[in-house]
C-alpha cells in the first residue's frame, strides 16, 4: 500500500489502531512497538519511509539502510495489521510546501547538531499522522528528544491520538538497538557497550544521592573517556520536558540523562531517564 487513498481506504476497516511509525530496516525494538500496539489497539499499523526532510545534507539519507522485502515478512510475522509503504510523492505530493516546526526544545541536543532535523520529523509526522488517523502512536525511548518534541507537537496542535514511549530494547550485552548499528564494524560493535556502562554510572550516581549536573555529567564522561574509540559529541542532564541543562536536579522531578557518541563512522544516541526519588 503506498497511496494516501489506498491507506485512507484500508484504514477504514479498522477502529482504534495503533501506529508504529519507522523508517525500515526493523530489529527487535520496533516489533516489540507493533506487538504493544496491537496488544494495547487490537490493530497495528506500521509506516516504512525513509523521510528526506529529516536528514542533513552531510548525513546518511543515501546509505540508510533498507531491506523493505525483510521488513514486510517481519511485520507479518509479527501480526501486523497494514503497513504503510509510501513513495516520496505519497508523503510530500509535488507543490508541497507545509512544515511544521516546534520550537525552544528543538534547539539543544540532537536538535542543536543537527538543524533541520526535527522539523523533518515534525512534517512527516503530521502528514502520516493526518493520514492515517492513528489511536495511539508509539515510539522507542531511545530517541528520547524525537518523544518529547512529538508529545509537544500533537499537545500544541491537538491531535486526536495519544503517544506512547516504549522503552528501549537492547542487545544482550546492552547496546540499545538501532538501524544504524549495522554501521559498526566488530570492534566497534564489542566497544559500543560503553554507552551501556555509562548510562549505569550515572544511575548509580543517581541513586546514591548525586543531584549536581556538572557530577552526573562527570560519571558519564569518565566511563567514555576510557574507551579510545569513543568521541563523545554531547553528555548532557537535562529537564525530562523542557530539555534544558541542569545545575541542580530537583529530586522530586529527576532527569534526562543522555548522550551522543561516535564510534567508528555512526553517532550513537542512548539515554535514561533518572526517576523522581
Ligand atoms: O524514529 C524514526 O525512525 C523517525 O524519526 C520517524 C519517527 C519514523 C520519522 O521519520
Given at each position: 500500500?503506498t497511496?494516501r487513498a489506498e491507506?485512507r481506504a ?6 482504534t ?14 516489533l516489540s ?12 499499523i506500521?509506516?516504512?519511509?525513509v523521510n528526506?526532510?529529516q536528514f542533513g545534507?552531510k548525513?546518511d539519507?543515501a ?10 515478512s517481519?511485520l ?5 495489521d497494514l503497513?504503510w509503504?509510501?513513495?516520496d ?5 509535488p507543490?508541497f510546501d ?7 526544545i528543538?534547539?539543544?541536543l ?5 538543524p533541520?532535523h526535527?522539523r523533518?520529523?515534525?512534517?512527516v ?7 492515517v488517523?492513528p ?5 522507542g525511548?531511545k530517541?528520547a ?11 500544541d496542535l491537538g ?19 538501532s538501524?544504524r548499528n549495522t554501521?559498526?564494524?566488530p ?5 559500543a ?7 549505569d554510572?550515572?544511575?548509580?550516581a543517581?541513586?546514591?544521592?548525586e543531584?549536581h549536573?556538572?557530577a552526573l555529567r ?5 566511563v567514555?573517556?576510557?574507551e579510545?574509540?569513543a568521541?563523545?559529541d ?11 541543562e541542569l545545575?541542580?536536579?530537583d ?5 534526562l540523562?543522555s ?5 567508528g563512522k555512526?553517532?550513537l544516541l542512548?539515554n535514561?531517564v533518572?526517576?523522581p526519588?
Amino acid at each position: 500500500m503506498t497511496t494516501r487513498a489506498e491507506l485512507r481506504a484500508a484504514r477504514a476497516e479498522h477502529g482504534t489502531l495503533g501506529l508504529v511509525p519507522t523508517m525500515g530496516f526493523l530489529h527487535d525494538g520496533h516489533l516489540s512497538l507493533v506487538r504493544r500496539a496491537k496488544e494495547d489497539c487490537g490493530s497495528a499499523i506500521a509506516s516504512i519511509f525513509v523521510n528526506p526532510l529529516q536528514f542533513g545534507p552531510k548525513e546518511d539519507l543515501a546509505t540508510y539502510p533498507r531491506d523493505l522485502d525483510r521488513d514486510l515478512s517481519l511485520l507479518e510475522a509479527t501480526g501486523c495489521d497494514l503497513v504503510w509503504t509510501p513513495g516520496d510523492e505519497d508523503v510530500y505530493p509535488p507543490g508541497f510546501d507545509t512544515y511544521v516546526d516546534v520550537h525552544g526544545i528543538t534547539d539543544v541536543l540532537e536538535g542543536g547538531r543537527r538543524p533541520g532535523h526535527f522539523r523533518g520529523v515534525s512534517t512527516v509526522l503530521s502528514v502520516i499522522f493526518n493520514v492515517v488517523q492513528p489511536t495511539r502512536a508509539y515510539f522507542g525511548q531511545k530517541d528520547a528528544q524525537q518523544v518529547v518534541v512529538v508529545r509537544k507537537l500533537v499537545r500544541d496542535l491537538g491531535m486526536p491520538l495519544e503517544v506512547v514511549a516504549a522503552a528501549t530494547v537492547r542487545e544482550p550485552d546492552g547496546l540499545a538497538m538501532s538501524s544504524r548499528n549495522t554501521y559498526l564494524d566488530p570492534t566497534e560493535r564489542e566497544r559500543a557497550v560503553v554507552l551501556r556502562r555509562a548510562l549505569d554510572a550515572v544511575e548509580k550516581a543517581w541513586q546514591d544521592g548525586e543531584i549536581h549536573g556538572a557530577a552526573l555529567r562527570s560519571a558519564m564522561s569518565a566511563v567514555l573517556a576510557a574507551e579510545p574509540l569513543a568521541e563523545p559529541d554531547y553528555v548532557s542532564i537535562a529537564h525530562p520536558d523542557t530539555l534544558e541543562e541542569l545545575d541542580h536536579v530537583d529530586p522530586s522531578v529527576g532527569a534526562l540523562a543522555s548522550m551522543a557518541v561516535r564510534l567508528g563512522k555512526p553517532r550513537l544516541l542512548d539515554n535514561v531517564v533518572l526517576l523522581p526519588r
